[in-house]
């Protein structure tokens, strides 16, 4: 099983490479990974294994994140009316989003950062993902809310993007226009 001993942490040249689309169907090895990575997240959220591991409770991870410069990424995470996108994506791809923007009250955080960097992170409030399941199936997901605000987090990885790329650096707070916070 993956630990925190295989997330590479910021610095590593990993994290700010465009990754490479993976083929589809996708291969027994990158299916293989996917399902790991999909596994990690939800391990990590159950309070007896993520103590026995030492894992952060995490709600989304994206291959380059362990050093795979693929593009696929797994969440794991609830909206606010407890529906629950659990899920691992391959090529995953925003083929339309809102104007109107969302941020985490409380700024974001990342398994790769050990350190928290304040800040409020603009992201679309409503987005449309395309991408190829672990069938083999094409889906496509409308996302808002939290879901919205973890999919956009792991897709800025695919391209090399980390969460405090965005935070305004004259005034990490500075009102976000056309922005609802979000209290996760
Ligand atoms: C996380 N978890 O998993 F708003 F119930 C973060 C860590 C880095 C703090 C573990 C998180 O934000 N949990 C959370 C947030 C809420 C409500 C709630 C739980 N990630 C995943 C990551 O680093 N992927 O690359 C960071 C998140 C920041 C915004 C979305 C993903
Ligand atoms: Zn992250």
Redesign the pocket.
């Known amino acids: 099983m993956l630990t925190m001993d295989d997330i590479v942490r910021d610095g590593h040249p990993s994290l700010r490479k465009v990754a490479e689309e993976v083929p589809v169907p996708a291969s027994d090895e990158d299916k293989k990974t996917l399902t790991q990575m999909l596994e990690f997240v939800i391990n990590s959220q159950n309070p007896e294994i993520a103590k026995k591991y030492g894992l952060?409770?995490?709600?989304?991870?994206?291959a380059p994140?362990i050093n795979i410069s693929k593009r696929m990424i797994a969440v794991h995470v609830q909206d606010e009316k407890g529906k629950l996108y659990s899920c691992g994506l391959l090529n995953p791809k925003i083929i339309s989003h809102s104007i109107e923007r969302s941020y985490?009250a409380?700024g974001?955080?990342?398994?790769?950062v050990d350190e928290a960097i304040p800040g409020y992170v603009p992201r679309y409030a409503r987005i449309t993902v395309k991408a190829t399941d672990l069938d083999g199936k094409e889906v496509k997901l409308r996302l808002k809310g939290?879901p919205a605000?973890?999919f956009q987090?792991?897709i800025d990885?695919l391209n090399g993007i980390m969460?405090y790329d965005h935070i305004n650096k004259d005034n990490p707070f500075a009102d976000i226009e056309d922005g609802t916070a979000?209290n996760?």
């Not at 952060?56 to 994206?62: E, H, T, W």
């Not at 974001?108 to 790769?112: A, D, K, N, V």
């Open positions: 952060r409770p995490g709600i989304g991870l994206a994140q985490l409380t974001e955080g990342c398994l790769s939290l605000i973890v987090h792991e990885h969460f979000i996760g």
